[in-house]
């Protein structure tokens, strides 16, 4: 609205050609500015497609020239457009809709991913020749603050999104906007709310899912076993450093919290372990409410009163958590809370259960052994959260189906310097078994009330991909924060170029995990990470070690032919966590009939799972190579491995073609084929 301003922005859009200017005749105001911003998207957009703009070519350059300011009119308007008050801003607030869709067309809104997933702008040749494929089909989606952006497709990411579903997105709209955005898989917390609040969830989740003819399965976590603040001398205590306090247990941690009356004065509080007292020693650290107060024992009188001084105060309210780092507790495996929360969970037929606080492999039998819980094939993460589950590591993953790094009390419970390569081990450890490892907490956490996260959230995401995570999960990112689809879309970006940037790595990596499972020990790292815990590697392949052996083959097979995809028949999903152990550079097609089958493979990274009613191979591959193809994952002219067998349990062949061209059957079908045409000759024969 400043002339002078305005006659210093003439010039520069002059020097800065092409451009648009916006001049107003009166300054706006803050709250619409939105709309300004959307009002020049459009100009762009106009300008982009060529509509009314005006062509400036061929006049005088000169700053004082009227032909030489590069202008867009509104449609139907001869003439550049000026904005004369708020009542014509209006008119532009939603201009053009720019929700998932995929882009057309040339111009300088359409950059693309190139081949190799970068981010280019070059790619408008393929869009006009029709070579491109729907791998290459993006979608351009909006940040709350204004920023369009383009994504890969979801179907073509190797690591998993799970999303936490809560009160912020527990709706169908919302469910199924996370779905397309990435999410593979949805995890309930049954720390809040009740079973018909999650009842409902579920419902939603699979009815969209059903819809949108995707797999999403549920992950149902429970509270399971941990110490809490019962009661406090007062509605609130404000703890300074250097106050005493006195934590009381033994005959006061009872359920309910019986009534405490002091008249003393002093800072008093309750907690629910009633054997806290013989867990701790002068010196130890007490933190409450996730570590942000702080205490030192500085004497326990008795076993129903420890007194304490506090290092770092803070607010303490009623019910928050209690950790007691580098201490023993004897608390239950399975609380009465989690018993009622797993049946529930068997009634809803969920695919998987989250066991809070493992401390050991007894945890997890605890829960396999409730009633039903194997009856309807339900899988049993290990949450690992305190010193305990890791020092146990070894025996829990033998037990358990999948793993999850839960840094939020792992951080609180273990120094906090220790986190990133307690976390590098535990993920490096659950490759080499071939199980699905989860790294959770706090990885967008910033985006709970922002809509971009720091730059130090991104790099963490993009670590857990480096680590070789298979899956990262949001918490109250997506269960109670502002942008739970930004959120996702985020995470999406960050991992793409995360695995554009560790593929050169992956193969170095997958020969070290090859030669650490053929009895090379000393030239694998993640070998020697296992060592000082157990010889799990070892254990794991001699169960298996023909499947195995052909998953190895398919990997180097896939990597020096240059195949795009590894197409694996399995009724059990054995073989999907054989194929995962050794890092595929290139997608994996898991086809099963089972439908839990197919939803517990998801979490393996890369997997990409395919249910179809008929296993036989003549059926079900050019089903799967369709499948494939409208996913982008392959086209015609892509190198495809097979691995199947002959017993449709154990994988034992291994075989190549091209999409696009007749695949023969091979000796063993044609027999099969040729049985059952004379079985049916004999039948028909009979029936005369």
């Not at 111009?107 to 070059?122: A, F, I, N, T, V």
Request: proline fraction near 5%; charged fraction near 25%; include cysteine.
């Amino acid at each position: 609205a400043n002339p002078t301003t305005r006659v210093r922005h003439y010039a520069v859009c002059v020097a800065r050609r092409p451009s648009i200017s916006i001049f107003f005749d009166q300054l706006p105001s803050d709250a619409e500015y939105p709309s300004i911003s959307s009002f020049a998207l459009h100009l762009v957009v106009t300008a982009a497609s060529g509509d009314d703009a005006d062509d400036t070519e061929g006049g005088d350059d000169s700053p004082g020239s009227k032909a030489a300011v590069p202008v867009a009119t509104k449609p139907g308007v001869n003439g550049p457009v000026r904005l004369s008050g708020p009542s014509r801003i209006d008119e532009y607030k939603s201009p053009v809709n720019f929700e998932k869709g995929v882009t057309k067309g040339p111009g300088p809104l359409s950059p693309r991913w190139s081949d190799s997933g970068r981010w280019e702008k070059d790619q408008d040749r393929k869009a006009e020749s029709g070579e491109q494929s729907a791998g290459e089909q993006q979608f351009l989606l909006k940040e709350k603050y204004g920023t369009y952006f383009r994504v890969p497709n979801p179907a073509t990411l190797m690591t998993k999104i799970i999303c936490t579903i809560g009160p912020s997105s527990d709706d169908a709209t919302t469910i199924g906007r996370l779905l397309d955005a990435g999410m593979n898989a949805a995890r309930i917390n049954l720390s809040h709310g009740s079973h018909e609040y999650a009842g409902k969830i579920i419902d939603t989740i699979r009815e969209v899912a059903k819809a949108k003819r995707k797999l999403c399965p549920i992950i149902l976590d429970t509270k399971g076993p941990e110490i809490r603040v019962s009661w406090i001398s007062g509605p609130n205590l404000h703890l300074k450093s250097g106050d005493k306090f006195v934590i009381l247990s033994g005959k006061y941690s009872s359920d309910p919290p019986v009534n405490v009356d002091f008249k003393d004065g002093a800072l008093r509080a309750v907690v629910s372990y009633p054997f806290m007292a013989s867990a701790v020693q002068q010196g130890d650290v007490v933190l409450l409410d996730d570590g942000k107060i702080s205490l030192i024992v500085s004497n326990v009188s008795n076993e129903n009163e420890i007194s304490l001084q506090v290092i770092e105060g803070g607010r303490l309210v009623k019910n928050k958590g209690v950790n007691l780092p580098g201490c023993s507790v004897d608390l239950p495996h399975v609380t009465d809370k989690d018993v009622a929360d797993i049946a529930f969970g068997v009634e809803k037929k969920v695919e998987y259960i989250a066991h809070s606080f493992t401390r050991s492999a007894t945890g997890i039998n605890s829960v396999r052994e409730l009633p039903g819980v194997v009856e309807a094939g339900i899988s049993i993460i290990a949450k690992i959260e305190n010193q305990e589950a890791v020092d146990n590591f070894a025996s829990i993953a033998r037990v358990s189906d999948a793993i999850m790094v839960a840094r939020g009390d792992l951080g609180v419970e273990i120094p906090l310097e220790r986190v990133a390569s307690v976390q590098k081990r535990l993920v490096a450890s659950s490759n080499a078994l071939g199980i699905p490892v989860i790294v959770a907490t706090e990885l967008l956490d910033s985006m709970m009330k922002c809509p971009r996260p720091t730059r130090a959230e991104a790099s963490d995401v993009a670590n857990a991909v480096f680590d070789g995570a298979d899956c990262v999960m949001l918490s109250g990112e997506t269960a109670a924060g502002d942008y739970p689809i930004e959120s996702v879309q985020v995470m999406t970006r960050i991992c793409k170029e995360a695995e554009l940037d560790v593929a050169s790595s992956l193969r170095a990596r997958s020969q070290e995990r090859m030669s650490a499972a053929d009895g090379d020990q000393s030239s694998s790292l993640q070998y020697r990470w296992l060592s000082g815990v157990t010889n799990t590697l070892a254990l794991a392949s001699e169960s298996g070690a023909l499947r195995d052996a052909f998953a190895k083959s398919a990997i180097r097979a896939a990597r020096e032919t240059d195949a795009e995809l590894i197409i694996a028949i399995t009724r059990t999903g054995l073989t999907a966590h054989a194929l995962s152990k050794f890092f595929a550079e290139c997608p994996i097609m898991i086809l099963s009939d089972s439908e839990r089958v197919c939803s517990q493979v998801l979490l393996h990274r890369s997997v990409t799972p395919y249910k179809y009613e008929s296993l036989r191979r003549e059926s079900c591959v050019p089903r799967a190579i369709a499948k494939a193809t409208e996913l982008g994952l392959v086209k015609a002219g892509s190198r495809v491995l097979l691995l199947t067998g002959d017993d449709g349990l154990t994988a034992n062949r291994l075989e190549t073609f091209i999409v696009g061209e007749e695949i023969g059957h091979t000796e063993s079908e044609e027999r099969s084929a040729a049985a059952r045409e004379d079985d049916d000759e004999v039948n028909e024969e009979d029936e005369e």
